[in-house]
Structures are given as C-alpha cells and as structure tokens.
C-alpha cells in the first residue's frame, strides 16, 4: 500500500529557564543554568481530503532539577483525533536519577526502552509527517478474541529502567507493566491488567555517529482472570509475548539514515503468531533550514479468516520535505 498525501504542520518550541538564586559576583561562581525548563510543542496535520478534520498535538514537557543528580520530569500531551474526539494524557511523569556519568535511573512513566521510533515522538523532532504506521495501527486478530495488540507501541510505560554507557557501548535493563507491543494508556480506566515484562537492551558505537544496537522484553500480555479487559464470560487462557528489536543510526556530514526491525512471538490458543515489521528513514540536510526526507515501512502479521490463518503485509513509503 502506497499513499501520499498533502500535510500541514507547525511546530513551536518555548524554553524558560529560570534561575532562583542570589547574585554573586562573577569571580567566584560560573554560569549556572535554570531548575525549571519548558518545552512546549503544538503541531496540526491535515490531508487534503479531509482538511477540515485535522489531528492537533499539543506537548509540554516540563524538566525540575532537584540537585545535580536528581530531575523529575512530567510531559503531559493533549491530541484531537479526527472525528473530533480529545485525550488528555501523559507521556512522562518520571524520577531521573544520575548518581554517576555512566549510571542513570528512571522511574514512572518512562521513555520507551525499545525502538528508534519513540526517540522521535515529538513534532520538532520526527522529520516525516507522522510516525511509522506499526507504532499505532492495531494488528488484526489472529486468534478468536481480540486482544488490541501492535507491532511495537508508541506508548510510554510504568516501570524503572537502569542504564549505564561507556566510550563505544550502552546497556539498560529493567521491568515495565505491560508488553511494548500494546498502546497503554497508564490512568485510562479500560487498560488491561498489569504485567512485568523483563526489559534489557545493548548497543555499541564503533563510531562517532554510528551505532547499533539490539532490545528484547518479555511477559504476559493476557492473563486469564482479566474479565474486565476483554468483556468475556469465560476465562481467556495465560498468553506471553515476547519482543526482540534490532535498531541502528549512521550519521555523515549532512546525511542521517536510521532504522528498526521489530520481531514479536505472541503465545496463541493454537500455534504462536509472529508479527515483524521495519522501517529505515534517511534525512538529507539540504541548507541549514531546509532538509528533506523519505521513509519505507513495512510490517507482516498473521491474520485469522475462518479457522485459518493468512499472511497479511501492508507497507507504506513516504517522501516529505521540512523548513526549519
């Protein structure tokens, strides 16, 4: 499948800095930044065959530094769907411990540990139009019940992550409470029942702008008690999902290309589903305000017709210019 579209889209970004301490004379004591910084993002896209109904984001991400290894951070969002519909929710409110250069922790409502895509899940810095379409696009059902699953979620979690990083490698692990490949919405009322998933991640850097780098979680993603999710009299059986990702970014002069291949293995009432998708973005700085940018897209999910299964593989590819 191959779509284009005409889009629209602002983006601001404001930033406060604001220093709450008594002056001192220069001599003694350097520059010292603000404890509070806000960033606020507001973006409006469109097509041009319903440009009446457009998708509105509005993101303010508020970092508080505590002291020198302590921030707290609380990014709350607000989004028009088309149709005209509006969530309010939080794709932030986290605890960041730094006790070491090399030691962080984070703790909340979490930055996804896995996949490139949610590193750029904010307006100014996604280059495309909008993000890859696996990261919100519902899977189809392959099994009997509909369980709402992705390929990989856009969401950000509740859960505590532990990284370290030296000169050319990184390394995080930890516990979120639900699988990476279901949208949760952390204070929704219609959210499945909690699951610790086991989240690790690696990656290395041979290179000043190269890496490459692997995640992996794994956990329940159906419980058999959890009626209330799944509106079914009779008890579901208990379902894993496991996730494995494969991410990379290479960086020259004016050139930067980056990509992801996501592999799921859902435990299934007969044999396992596995779903895979992948994207690769390159992003060419043309002036220093002007860039443009292409994208391919892919995913493969099973998908129950009947009593079997087929194939499903849709795919997208995108090309899009921006003027910063």
Not at 57 to 73: A, G, Q
Not at 175 to 184: E, H, L, M, N, V
Not at 307 to 323: K, L, Q
Request: proline share 8%; charged share 20%.
């Amino acid at each position: 499948m191959t779509r284009s579209h005409a889009a629209v889209r602002s983006a601001a970004i404001v930033a406060l800095l604001c220093a709450g301490r008594a002056a001192t004379p220069a001599a003694a004591q350097g520059f010292r930044p603000g404890r509070i910084a806000i960033e606020a993002v507001a973006a409006v896209t469109t097509t041009s065959d319903n440009a009446d109904d457009p998708f509105v984001f509005l993101d303010l991400t508020t970092t508080m530094r505590v002291n020198e290894s302590l921030d707290v951070i609380v990014r709350p969002y607000a989004r028009r769907l088309p149709g005209g519909d509006w969530d309010v929710l939080f794709y932030q409110a986290e605890i960041r411990y730094q006790p070491t250069d090399r030691v962080r922790v984070d703790a909340g409502i979490i930055s996804s540990p896995l996949g490139m895509g949610p590193l750029e899940m904010r307006q100014d810095i996604n280059p495309a139009v909008g993000s890859p379409f696996y990261y919100f696009g519902p899977l189809p059902r392959f099994d009997p019940q509909n369980d709402r699953l992705q390929v990989l979620s856009g969401g950000y979690p509740l859960g505590a992550i532990v990284s370290s990083s030296g000169t050319w490698w990184d390394a995080r692990g930890g516990i979120t409470d639900g699988t990476p490949a279901r949208y949760r919405k952390v204070f929704a009322s219609n959210n499945p029942a909690p699951a610790v998933q086991l989240i690790a991640g690696a990656g290395v850097t041979p290179r000043p702008g190269f890496r490459l780098g692997v995640g992996f979680a794994h956990g329940a993603y159906r419980e058999a008690d959890d009626e209330d999710y799944y509106n079914t009299p009779t008890a579901l059986p208990d379902a894993d999902a496991t996730v494995f990702t494969v991410e990379g970014e290479f960086a020259v002069r004016y050139t930067r290309i980056t990509g992801e291949w996501v592999r799921d293995r859902f435990d299934s009432t007969t044999t396992p589903a596995i779903t895979r998708g992948f994207y690769i973005q390159g992003v060419q700085t043309l002036t220093p305000r002007i860039f443009a940018v292409s994208r391919l897209t892919r995913a493969s999910t099973p998908v129950l017709i009947g009593a079997s299964r087929v194939r499903w593989t849709p795919g997208a590819f995108e090309v899009s210019g921006g003027y910063r």
